[in-house]
């Protein structure tokens, strides 16, 4: 292997966690009973692998747009597996725009409107670090955080998707977003 394909699997293996939170995004509480999304993340870094010379890109923010697009087609797979409706193009490009919504919705919750390059980039690096620092939260916490401040599920619904109270909700985000801020200032995220 040589030194170059080496950064690139190191920079894809840098977007694990960052692919997990969009998969558990986009995966309907139905679904994730059937479907484990670092599944998907495995099958998507996996179809990069395979076709990392076509990707094109030379910053993370590129690589992350190219992986994004990878885990559309991923989890159109997926949810055709599951559907009873034929393939429908319109769905499949909606597919991606959500996923990219996603990814939207989580840089927005890191910062404001800063649109320098240096800035962009930057946010590129703290949303990889977001996502890393989610996926260290224990699992309750994690999808609660998850499914209200990234989905924007109102409380009484996070409650009936993780099968807890709403007062055990409201614990489990509080604790979240704490331990959150805590890995995210301390920069153990990383």
């Known amino acids: 292997m040589t030194a170059g394909e080496h950064e690139q699997r190191e920079a894809l293996e840098r977007c694990r966690e960052y692919l997990g939170v969009l998969a558990r995004f986009q995966l309907s509480p139905r679904l994730q009973s059937k479907v484990d999304s670092s599944d998907l993340v495995q099958q998507t870094l996996l179809k990069a692998h395979e076709n990392i010379h076509q990707f094109r890109g030379s910053d993370t923010g590129e690589l992350m747009a190219w992986l994004r697009r990878i885990l559309a087609?991923?989890?159109?797979?997926v949810i055709r597996k599951f559907a009873t409706e034929a393939r429908d193009l319109k769905r499949e490009h909606s597919l991606q725009a959500?996923?990219?919504?996603?990814?939207?919705?989580?840089?927005?919750?890191?910062?404001g409107d800063q649109t320098s390059p240096s800035v962009c980039a930057m946010r590129k690096e703290q949303l990889l670090l977001l996502a890393t620092a989610l996926a260290q939260l224990p699992a309750e916490q994690r999808r609660?955080?998850?499914?209200?401040?990234?989905?924007?599920?109102?409380?009484?619904?996070?409650?009936?998707?993780?099968?807890?109270?709403?007062?055990?909700?409201?614990?489990?985000?509080?604790?979240?977003?704490?331990?959150l801020r805590q890995l995210l200032e301390d920069g153990s995220a990383g």
């Open 144 to 179: 609660a955080v998850e499914l209200h401040h990234f989905q924007e599920y109102p409380v009484a619904e996070v409650a009936k998707f993780i099968g807890r109270s709403e007062e055990a909700v409201v614990g489990l985000l509080y604790r979240g977003l704490k331990r």
């Open 98 to 111: 959500r996923v990219d919504e996603s990814s939207t919705r989580l840089e927005a919750w890191l910062a």
């Open 73 to 77: 087609n991923e989890l159109g797979v």
